[in-house]
């Protein structure tokens, strides 16, 4: 069965998705996940792949990273094609359609996307009716939610935005991601300055802090963040209490990362690898294993996946790479992942998280 939907991926799907424009290749995908749930019975994961950041068990650590299933609306099929987790959002307090069209690029020699979506998004009330139906049945999966402020929020209510949707959201998740690294909303990555990091924090804090039981609540990072700026806000949220950081958001950066494109926006995928492990490294090496680090950036292989973790990640997340190889790509890592923990000589992945000693130096620019 596995193969078979690896060959029709790659032979029928993909072409066929990649003639159509990818914003509507991404609706059709969406839409097929459902059925897709009705025909596969999720994998049991071997106990080797389990970890637990913050004592949450995760059943292994491939999740979706956020962005795909905006709306929550295709939980059942992540989990049918084997994420140990699924990352949904961003979610804006009220609806919102984000920027004008077009705003979703392909970019298959690099094994890239462009986006500058801005957070559309069907708002706080419907993402609620859908994970309480959801928990009604059951999921093994585990869910994060990404929140973001709507777009029209003057800066001084940016921090009661995030607060409303911790407090409406917060008991049907497992983890809170705080969003403040989209580079397609005005004005949000400012948030990422230390100074201003910490001030955000102590209302969504004090809100998630209500919730039993407890709820932890990251902070997602951009890739553009300098060396020095990153070990303060890696400061910043250590003194702040925040529970783990997820690196990284997609890049503004073109030529850094070898890419030359005209569209504007946020670069994700392959060319985005190094520069996540390379902080992933950093922000271990600034807050020991304090704080789980969730990595994210151009995962497209089980080395991929795994460079992360011996990095310092405890989870893993991808979007771009199920885009270029398909649903099979998840069990595929799985794998993977299996065969270098042998090779390893280790017994698990909680034993990998670190296991390659962070850089003296950082390799951040
Ligand atoms: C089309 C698209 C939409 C995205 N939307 C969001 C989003 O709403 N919130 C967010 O935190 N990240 C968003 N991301 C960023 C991803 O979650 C991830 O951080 C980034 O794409 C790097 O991972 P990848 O190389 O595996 O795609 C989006 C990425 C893409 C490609």
Redesign the pocket.
């Known amino acids: 069965m596995a193969a078979l939907i690896e060959t029709f991926y790659h032979r029928v799907l993909r072409p066929l998705l990649f003639q159509l424009d ?1 914003e509507r290749a ?1 609706r059709l995908t969406l839409a097929m996940m459902r059925p897709l749930a009705l025909l596969r019975e999720p994998a049991v994961d071997p106990p080797a792949l389990a970890t637990t950041p913050w004592g949450i068990r995760f059943s292994n650590p491939i999740g979706l ?4 299933d ?1 709306d929550i609306r295709a939980v059942a099929g992540w989990q049918a094609i084997g994420f140990g987790f699924a ?1 949904l ?2 979610v804006t307090p009220l609806a919102q359609p984000g920027n004008p069209r077009p705003r ?1 690029w392909r970019l298959p020699e690099h094994r ?4 500058r ?1 801005g ?1 559309p ?1 069907a708002g706080m009330e419907a993402a609620a009716r859908r994970l309480s139906q959801l928990r009604r049945r059951g999921l093994r999966i585990r869910l994060g939610l ?1 929140l ?1 402020p709507n777009k029209d929020t003057p800066q001084e209510r940016v921090a009661s935005d995030y607060a409303a949707l911790v407090a409406r959201l917060g008991p049907m998740a497992d983890f809170i ?1 705080i ?1 403040v ?2 580079p ?1 909303t005005p004005g949000l990555r400012d948030w990422q300055s230390p100074a201003r990091l910490a001030p955000l924090m102590r209302p969504i804090l004090a809100e998630a802090i209500k919730l039993t039981p407890h709820r932890p609540v990251l902070v ?1 990072l951009a ?1 553009d963040l300098d060396a020095p700026v990153l070990a303060s806000v890696c400061e910043a949220v250590s003194a702040a209490g925040v529970d783990g950081l ?1 690196a ?3 890049t503004t950066a073109r030529e850094a990362v070898g890419v030359r494109t005209e569209y504007e926006g ?1 670069l ?3 060319p ?2 190094r520069r ?1 492990r390379a902080m992933v490294a950093e922000i271990r090496r600034r807050t020991g294993a304090k704080i789980p680090i969730i990595g ?5 292989s089980a080395e991929d996946a795994y460079g992360l973790i011996c990095a310092g990640a405890s989870l893993v ?7 270029y190889e398909g649903p099979g790509l998840v069990r595929r890592i799985k794998e993977g992942l299996l065969e270098l923990l042998q090779r390893d000589g280790l017994s698990s992945i909680a034993e990998a998280i670190g296991a390659a000693a962070p850089a003296k130096e950082s390799e951040l620019s």
């Open positions: 990818p991404h990273a956020a962005g795909m905006k990352e959002g961003t979703l890239a996307l462009v986006n979506l957070f998004s990404n973001g991601v969003n690294s989209s397609n997602k890739p997820v990284c958001n997609t946020g994700s995928g392959a985005l690898n996540a994210v950036g151009g995962v497209f997340e991808l979007y771009t790479a199920l885009v």
